[in-house]
């Protein structure tokens, strides 16, 4: 199956989930969700840089072997950066120690008189005693080569990991948004919202089913913002002119915000060549484009509706570093458990209280 939960609310997953736990036969299983493969996979194949490696258990299991293999491969290749130090400093030594050397040979700096010298010099080129010291060098230039292989064999994943928030901080007002309870129409349905707030600080989950009407009270949220709060609101689905708007403003930015606009595409696992390129931006990129040119703008308050969606798992664990470093607050609409747990510490359940009405509670995570 290839992405059976793509799109599917907490029920659908669970049912998904349960069914195929109960399938006896062999599973091939393609998926971005991290607690479907836990519950499900014996062992899981990585692809990364053109490689595939088997590791067993399921993603968590082999996510943290990938981790301990990366963080050998660090202290190998500090070890080995070390040792080609070393041995270019000897290498240099020896060198020089073969060039006065070769010097001494010629006895083109001795006194014509000097028999004494001179012969002192015919002894050694006799005794082969002044090639030593070429000999040496010759050797350690070979070790030299030797840690250079070595070095190089050693490779390690690239990763962004710094503070890409230094300019962020919350905003001065305590409370960024407050609203009356409020009945918002779903066709046939309604959705009963209670009064509700967002801190300066607070990391807001809003889940429920699909169908509930997350995007509907979102749309609200946005719609009732204060003009003065600065506000960045990445949609699940950006239209072709928000698209055009994105890769617009990225054009025509100085060298120095573009770099900080694509360090972030890049800590978030992606290629910025292909961003600037823009033709071939998928879904997943261009939000990752927005969240970078949000940025930009110093945001109090970031929305994103299923930002985990159209991305890989680096892609996603990279992103909640992100959001869940960030300073200000955040409203998050997620079926992605893992991605919630990490970021947030508010949630807005949407449930359904009858067959016609639907009720959003409030509390803490």
Not at 149 to 158: D, G, I, M, P, R
Request: aromatic share 2%; hydrophobic share 40%; glycine share 8%.
């Amino acid at each position: 199956m290839d992405e059976p939960t793509n799109h599917v609310d907490v029920p659908t997953r669970e049912a998904v989930t349960a069914a195929l736990a109960r399938f006896k036969g062999v599973g091939l299983l393609i998926s971005h969700d991290r607690a479907l493969l836990d519950a499900l996979c014996s062992q899981c194949l990585f692809m990364a840089a053109g490689q595939v490696t088997a590791r067993p258990g399921g993603y968590s299991q082999g996510r943290g072997q990938e981790q301990l293999e990366r963080e050998t491969a660090v202290r190998q290749r500090d070890q080995a950066k070390r040792e080609r130090k070393r041995l270019a400093g000897e290498a240099q030594r020896r060198r020089e120690e073969a060039s006065r050397a070769a010097g001494m040979r010629s006895c083109r700096n001795l006194d014509p008189k000097d028999h004494s010298g001179k012969a002192r010099v015919k002894l050694a080129v006799y005794t082969g005693k002044d090639g030593v010291a070429g000999k040496l060098s010759s050797r350690m230039e070979g070790r030299l080569a030797r840690a250079e292989e070595t070095l190089a064999s050693v490779k390690v994943e690239k990763r962004y990991d710094g503070d890409l928030w230094m300019r962020a901080e919350p905003s001065a007002r305590k409370v960024l948004h407050r609203q009356s309870e409020l009945a918002l129409a779903l066709g046939e349905r309604r959705l009963l919202v209670p009064p509700l707030s967002i801190g300066n600080t607070d990391h807001i989950a809003l889940n429920g089913p699909n169908g509930a009407g997350k995007s509907t009270l979102v749309g609200e949220v946005v719609r009732r913002l204060d003009p003065s709060v600065r506000a960045l609101a990445i949609p699940q689905e950006p239209t072709a002119e928000q698209c055009r708007g994105a890769l617009s403003r990225l054009a025509t930015l100085d060298s120095r915000s573009r770099g900080r606009v694509l360090a972030v595409a890049a800590a978030l696992n992606s290629d910025p060549d292909r961003l600037v390129e823009g033709d071939r931006t998928s879904p997943g990129e261009m939000r990752k484009l927005m969240l970078g040119l949000g940025m930009l703008d110093a945001p109090e308050l970031i929305i994103m509706d299923e930002p985990s969606n159209y991305l890989d798992l680096h892609s996603v664990e990279a992103l909640e570093r992100l959001l869940a470093a960030f300073p200000g607050a955040l409203l998050l609409v997620s079926h992605d458990a893992a991605l919630l747990e990490a970021t947030t510490s508010v949630c807005w359940e949407i449930s359904e209280s009858s067959p016609e009405t639907s009720v959003l509670t409030v509390g803490w995570r």
